[in-house]
């Protein structure tokens, strides 16, 4: 038996790019975001535009409950290498659109004593994202507190991404990654199978691996009690 193993495991990550490096601002307009859509100990990769240092960051980002595993090449890549911290080629360019529409499911908070004359700010419990466009190369949707749904289909070199499950009803022909964040859960639904990358929670398959017999038809994907990714024709 071989003593070393490979498995497809993505590692869900969000990449925090930065324009400033007021470490003070940072702050400030990082912390409601994070606290808003991704849980403690979320990985991220650092890009910036602005000289900064680097171990002073990494150190903000630790103590707003993000864990910094890489920065991108570029202006951070040097320092990086200095202190043996990874550093990753840059993402190619996608255009992040916005949806055709959105429904926001809201739920108020417990009230207390304290603010029972006070009307209670809703919060955000799930948001589902509706595009009826086909997917352009280049562009990505990305819905980090719900579902997706496409009522047409994806070109290559598109990339669709939800926290929730994801349908397409037309042909997935990118990149479709449902669970970003972890939600095992998740599920995929489409209509022709041909995509370059399917991720459900980080487990992930490339276009070379996906089974032969589900190619170009109706899929239901998920994951098993063993976390791998189970591929299931649906008969129409």
Known sequence: MADIRIKGRMVNALRISLDTNDHDAIR?????KLQ????PGTL????????????ALIQLLIDLEVQPMAVT???????????QFPVLPPDRQLQE???TKEQVVE???ESTADDEKADAVPIVAHVTSYHDEILRTGQCIVQNQGDIIITAGINSGSEVIASGNIHIYGSA???VIAGAGGNTAARIFCHALEAELISIAGTYCVADDIPPNVVKKPVHIYLNDQQELVFEALQF
């Not at 400030?28 to 409601?32: A, R």
């Not at 808003?36 to 849980?39: G, H, V």
């Not at 991220?44 to 171990?55: C, G, N, T």
């Open 44 to 55: 991220a990769v650092i890009e910036s535009s602005v000289d900064q240092e680097l171990i």
């Open 97 to 99: 659109i916005k949806a």
């Open 73 to 83: 090449e570029g202006i951070l890549g040097d320092q990086a290498r200095a202190i």
């Open 28 to 32: 400030q307009q990082l912390k409601p």
């Open 36 to 39: 808003a859509a991704f849980p």
């Open 107 to 109: 739920v108020k908070p």
């Open 173 to 175: 022909r990118g990149r």
